[in-house]
């Protein structure tokens, strides 16, 4: 296959890297090598361009010395060991191409031969096929054997042949032909070691020996397997293969691209056939992943293609007509009057914008700049608002910069890893297999939650401690752990006085210190057993490098940035900051959440993070952009709602996302949107927002676009264009041309300029540009002259801010309360197979495993309404309500229920309230008071809406 945009080294070494420091040098086939200590002979020759024929190798597993064709000789040793289990030596003489070994590995070769199927011509791996490559470097012409019984034959002497096994095509994206299987080990190795499920197995004995995913009676489908496709990427034969490699033939050429996913920011190689996509295989050079994937940025991209995407810009006076197909000329004209006429009679605050968290950081920072350079306020916001603003607030108070600390290669260097409110095993899978990997080798996993989750019971890396706290409780727990740590003098003192205000430190200090923090005091509020949180405490404390991983369940609470807050207390408390293996942590829920911040998205926040009332800040961009900018802060998406219904907001333009699904207080967000008079929506699809929406431009897909994403590390990762945009253009040169409509006079030609601009008015982007992207691969911001080549690891030897400072952190009760009403308490969140509002996922595959939203149940609670599992059931809150299925499980703790958002039949938001964060304005999407009774079917709220979205999403045809 060749490789279109390959800019790292590629190759498969066969075994991993030596970590030792020390070098050894040796010599292969008379050529002298030097390699660290510990190295394979197989890498160190791969490294000295020597290719050492292999098949159960490959340098994503340990090396495990099965196929026996890797041979080699040594001088002063007997036989002929596996060159990928033998270590290097000093002084060591390698031979690997002698008589002797190519006799032997013709012999091996012979053997697999007379028990594989030879229809290589029209196998689905021909041309990308291990065994096929190595028959040929070996030298292989004939085969002497002629096996009487195979495992490839369907019958056997005219009798069905009992060695014989179907192809298993349960999977909905790949297929596993038990028939071409080598029993190499590989795929079992990588479910093992690089995704850490155990689903697949060798059953059976020698000549019996196979593959097997799950038990006896399982398919792949219904095993423990979460589709992450490592398998299929280690497979060295046809036995595991993608069904569009099947269906479309082998990739002609490869483009390395980031996934559009989550907040990983995996590499992917979109590996092609012309224009059309093949497969996304990750990237072994991609910084964020390492190679690895999962079932999303590996498989769920059929979306791009999808018969519900909208290709054609659409207008229609009212929302109540039906959609008209018109020219991008036309939507153009129609848009700019409409925005115009609205800031010509309700004055240039009645506009505003939503950036997006899955649009390129280009196209992100042009959308902030269509609000303040072109319509002339700060009305700005983004989704990243609604999930991790508080994160923004409570590191940029206490560090002095709103972003993690550390990059992910840190959890391998971790001893003790706290995960409190997160579950990466749904929501950051990738993160969560290298996370796993460590605890397997020995770290201790502290899990903060509510519910028990799969990272609370992840096969073979069970969590040491789980602390299922009551939600809403997040303060009081963070705050107890600070008492145990200062009250028993578990704190790093040297690292405080260093690094820390000291006075500020003895007052948080004598806070914390009163017994009303204490664990026993608070256990009545949190419902978290004393002891277990005192635990928990000393082993974050004393248990040796400790790291802290936090989600939305941590920042999506009344008093998110609270927590924040105590969580980067704890980090400085007790001296885990500054180095690999430490630090605080926030997951980035989707692809660009941590970029659409940095790209001055909020009202308040021109690009960089600094305040836009800072004379000399907007004197900066006033210079680059020639206008004057307004020094007063803009609104917030919940105002700009609330002005909509008043009746003084009326024109908004969003891209790429869908408020009226994942904003909270569904009914407040539709009468907001139904109010204004020019609703704008730039997304792949009508998606929820789009029933009040006045105009459509089609947007175009990652695959389509170029640009960067910033993912939850503060990498920087290039996205480069795969194929041509369906819809005619990428987003960035749509918001350029709705500008210039509007009166601007942008000049744009790539994504590259935009970047430069960023680069001159961004401190932390100054030395960003795509010439180092290309030659680095990613970087990490800051990047600056202080730091030409990013900054992995955050505060080391100092906090941005100066010195680190200690904030109390006082425990305050949400305002939204259980009681006879509604004694229930409702948390959200995600599960694996889909994604954010499933607007992506739900139009894949991935529905196999998830098609509607379910609510979880404990049996308790079941019992007493009368309950079964599979039954409908009315949720309902003081907002509103709506209906879904239940399932009982004691994941959950009685008197709490969950459920995801992903399926907009559902829309869980309809019982979401409106509170918020006390200094962001983050939605309180984790607390949320509810009754649950018996149901028989869709409330009447659910047909009403299910009626006004078809009525709302109808298009004329294009002859009218």
């Not at 500020?504 to 914390?512: G, N, T, W």
């Not at 057993?529 to 009344?558: C, D, F, K, M, Q």
């Not at 969580?567 to 942590?585: E, Q, S």
């Not at 709506?882 to 008197?895: C, E, K, N, Q, W």
């Amino acid at each position: 296959m060749k490789d279109f945009i390959i800019p790292w080294d590629d190759r498969d070494f066969g075994t991993p890297p030596s970590r030792s420091e020390k070098q050894v040098t040796l010599t292969i086939d008379g050529f002298d090598v030097t390699v660290p200590e510990g190295t394979s002979i197989m890498r160190a020759a791969a490294i000295a361009g020597i290719s050492i024929p292999k098949l159960c190798a490959t340098d994503s597993v340990d090396a495990f010395g099965s196929c026996r064709l890797c041979l080699v000789e040594i001088e002063g040793r007997n036989g002929t060991p596996a060159s990928c289990t033998t270590p290097v030596a000093e002084g060591m003489k390698v031979h690997t191409q002698t008589g002797k070994l190519k006799t032997l590995r013709r012999g091996v070769m012979e053997l697999y031969i007379s028990d594989h199927p030879l229809d290589c011509l029209t196998c689905a791996a021909n041309g990308d096929c291990e065994l096929q490559d190595m028959a040929g470097a070996v030298g292989l012409r004939d085969v002497r054997y002629d096996a009487v019984s195979t495992h490839f034959r369907p019958r056997q002497n005219g009798e069905a042949n009992p060695q014989y096994r179907a192809k298993d095509q349960s999977n909905p994206y790949f297929d596993y032909d038990p028939a071409k299987c080598i029993v190499c080990s590989r795929c079992v190795r990588a479910c093992e070691e690089v995704q850490g499920t155990f689903a697949l197995t060798i059953e059976g004995r020698g000549w019996d020996s196979r593959v097997k995913a799950g038990g006896r009676n399982d398919t792949f489908l219904t095993s423990d397997c979460v589709s992450c496709g490592a398998c299929v990427q280690a497979c060295p034969t046809g036995t595991l293969i993608e069904k569009s490699v099947v269906e479309i033939g082998t990739p002609e050429r490869s483009v390395v691209t980031t996934c559009a996913y989550c907040g990983v920011g995996c590499s992917f190689k979109a590996e092609m056939r012309g224009d059309e996509l093949v497969r996304m295989v990750p990237h072994k050079s991609g910084a964020a992943n390492r190679g690895h994937s999962c079932v999303k940025g590996r498989f769920a991209w059929g979306y791009a293609t999808h018969k519900d995407r909208i290709l054609n810009p659409m207008i229609r006076e009212r929302v109540t007509d039906p959609w008209r197909v018109v020219s991008w000329d036309e939507a153009m004209a129609f848009a700019a009057a409409r925005m115009k006429g609205l800031i010509d009679k309700h004055g240039r605050h009645s506009v505003g914008v939503i950036t997006s968290s899955r649009c390129t950081n280009e196209e992100t920072y042009l959308v902030q700049k269509l609000a303040r350079a072109v319509f002339g306020n700060n009305n700005t916001d983004t989704c990243a608002r609604v999930c991790h603003s508080p994160t923004g607030y409570g590191l940029g108070q206490t560090f002095g910069t709103s972003a993690g600390t550390q990059n992910f290669d840190s959890v391998e260097h971790a001893d003790v890893i706290m995960v409190i409110g997160a579950n990466p095993h749904a929501a950051h899978p990738v993160f969560a297999s290298r996370m796993k990997k460590r605890i397997r080798q020995g770290a201790k996993l502290i899990v903060v939650d509510p519910r028990r989750t799969e990272t609370v019971e992840a096969p073979h890396a069970r969590a040491t401690l789980h602390l299922p706290l009551r939600p809403g409780t997040n303060v009081a727990v963070v705050t107890a752990m600070a008492h145990v740590i200062v009250t028993e003098g578990l704190m790093d003192e040297a690292f405080i006085r260093e690094r820390c205000d000291w006075d500020e430190f003895q007052d948080y200090a004598a806070f914390v210190a009163d017994p009303r923090h204490s664990p026993e005091a608070v256990a009545e509020l949190t419902g978290v057993n004393p002891e277990t949180l005192r635990e928990a405490a000393r082993l974050y404390a004393t248990g040796g490098n400790a790291a802290i991983y936090y989600g939305l369940g941590v920042t999506e609470h009344s008093q998110g940035s609270t927590t924040v807050i105590g969580i980067a207390n704890l980090a400085m408390l007790t001296g885990n900051i500054g180095r690999p293996g430490v630090g605080v942590n926030p997951l980035r829920g989707q692809n660009n959440v941590q970029g659409s911040c940095d790209m001055g998205s909020f009202p308040h926040e021109l690009p960089g993070y600094r305040h836009v009332k800072n004379d000399d800040v907007r004197a900066l961009f006033e210079g680059a952009w020639g206008v004057t900018l307004d020094k007063e802060p803009g609104l917030r998406i919940p105002n700009m709602l609330d002005a909509a219904v008043e009746g003084s907001f009326k024109g908004i333009y969003i891209q790429g996302e869908d408020i009226l699904q994942s904003d909270p207080d569904t009914k407040h967000v539709a009468a907001g949107l139904a109010a204004m008079e020019c609703v704008i929506v730039h997304d792949l699809f009508l998606n929820e927002t789009a029933n009040y929406a006045h105009v459509f431009f089609p947007g175009s897909t990652f695959l389509e676009k170029n640009g960067t994403f910033t993912n939850a590390e503060r990498r920087i990762n290039m996205v480069r264009k795969v194929m041509a945009p369906r819809n005619g253009h990428e987003d960035w040169e749509v918001t350029q041309m709705f500008a210039n409509a509007m009166g601007a006079n942008w000049n744009y030609a790539h994504p590259s300029q935009i970047m430069d601009e960023i680069a001159l008015l961004t401190p932390s982007f100054a030395g960003v540009s795509y010439d180092l992207l290309e030659a680095r691969g990613s970087v990490q911001w800051p990047c600056n002259d202080k730091a030409p080549e990013g900054t992995p690891t955050m505060h080391v030897g100092g906090f941005v801010r100066g010195k680190g400072k200690f904030i109390r952190t006082d425990y305050v009760a949400t305002d939204e309360r259980t009681g006879p009403r509604f004694p229930l308490l409702l948390t959200t969140g995600r599960i694996l197979s889909q994604y954010n509002v499933g607007a992506q996922t739900r139009r894949t595959a991935n529905v196999v495993w998830h098609d509607q939203d379910v609510l979880e149940i404990h049996p308790h609670d079941a019992e007493t309404r009368g309950i079964r599992d599979g039954d409908w059931v009315r949720l309902s809150s003081r907002s509103g309500e709506t209906t879904l299925r239940a399932t009982i499980t004691d994941r959950v703790s009685p008197g709490v229920v969950y459920t995801t958002f992903h399926h907009p039949d559902t829309q869980a938001n309809v019982v979401t309230t409106d509170y918020s964060d006390w200094a962001t304005n983050c939605p309180e999407y984790k607390v949320t008071a509810v009754q649950v009774s018996p149901s028989n079917g869709p409330s009447q709220w659910q047909k009403d809406y299910a009626a006004q979205a078809e009525q709302a999403r109808r298009i004329l045809p294009a002859a009218e």
